[in-house]
């Protein structure tokens, strides 16, 4: 079993409908969680970060962490063609910068 | 500011030969990491360096040599491509502090597309 498990996609939704990414991860020793945006033959970016559990929200970004579950969220709002990437998931234990990171899903915007 | 910078971009190997996938970054960082990104597996880290003189390996290095002399450069080795070793790599750096607050960025590179034949 994969540390970090995210659903490869692909993802199509129409213009301005909600996103809803996803990811479970089984090291309870995780305490940042973070969210990457990949454009095609592109290095990943950064998009948000968490610290524990909670809520963090960015424009039309918002990312969600459950750690008593162990599982993390990232919604986009309003989405716009140009959202369409890959989405990765990274998590990492306090201390380290070493990260674990999900497959990443696909996601289409279609106008 | 260039930030992590690796060549080349796309690379064709015979089977049996060496290379070296070069990174450069220009933000001082101390923290740099090699990698590869293959379909259906995310990311996976090879090598890492937490400062000049000092490497580690990650979860797949088998095949793969580093070495830090300068903070600036984190060459990545293949000492006898294999076809299992094509693939997208990845070069990122950050700062290596990991406390809450600052840290957390890590800048990856464009990536370096290799195919081993």
């Known amino acids: 079993q994969k540390e970090v498990e995210q659903d490869p996609g692909p993802l199509s939704v129409p213009e301005g409908a909600i996103v809803s990414l996803n990811c479970t991860y089984s090291?309870?020793?995780?305490?940042?969680f973070m969210w990457y945006r990949q454009y095609s033959r592109k290095g990943p970016e950064l998009l948000m970060y968490?610290?524990?559990?909670g809520n963090k929200e960015d424009g039309r970004f918002t990312a969600q962490v459950d750690k008593s579950s162990k599982y993390i969220s990232l919604f986009i709002r309003d989405s716009q063609p140009s959202d369409s990437a890959t989405y990765l998931c990274?998590?990492?234990?306090?201390?380290?910068?070493?990260?674990?990171f999900g497959q990443g899903t696909r996601l289409t915007i279609n106008p | 500011n260039a930030g992590v910078t690796q060549t080349p971009k796309f690379q064709v190997l015979k089977t049996g030969q060496s290379m070296t996938l070069q990174c450069a970054q220009d933000?001082?960082?101390?923290?740099m990491s090699w990698y590869r990104q293959d379909p259906g597996m995310g990311l996976r880290l090879i090598h890492y360096?937490?400062?000049?003189?000092?490497?580690d390996q990650g979860e797949v290095p088998n095949g793969y040599n580093v070495s830090r002399s300068t903070t600036e450069d984190f060459p990545l080795r293949l000492l006898s491509a294999a076809p299992s070793q094509t693939s997208v790599y990845f070069c990122?750096?950050?700062?290596?502090?990991?406390?809450?607050?600052?840290?957390?960025?890590?800048?990856f590179g464009e990536g370096s597309w290799l195919t081993v034949v």
């Open positions: 990122a750096s950050s700062y290596s502090k990991g406390s809450r607050g600052s840290g957390n960025t890590i800048y």
């Open positions: 090291n309870s020793a995780f305490q940042y």
């Open positions: 968490t610290y524990s559990s």
């Open positions: 990274a998590m990492r234990i306090q201390g380290a910068q070493k990260l674990v």
């Open positions: 933000m001082n960082h101390e923290y």
């Open positions: 360096s937490v400062g000049a003189g000092i490497t």
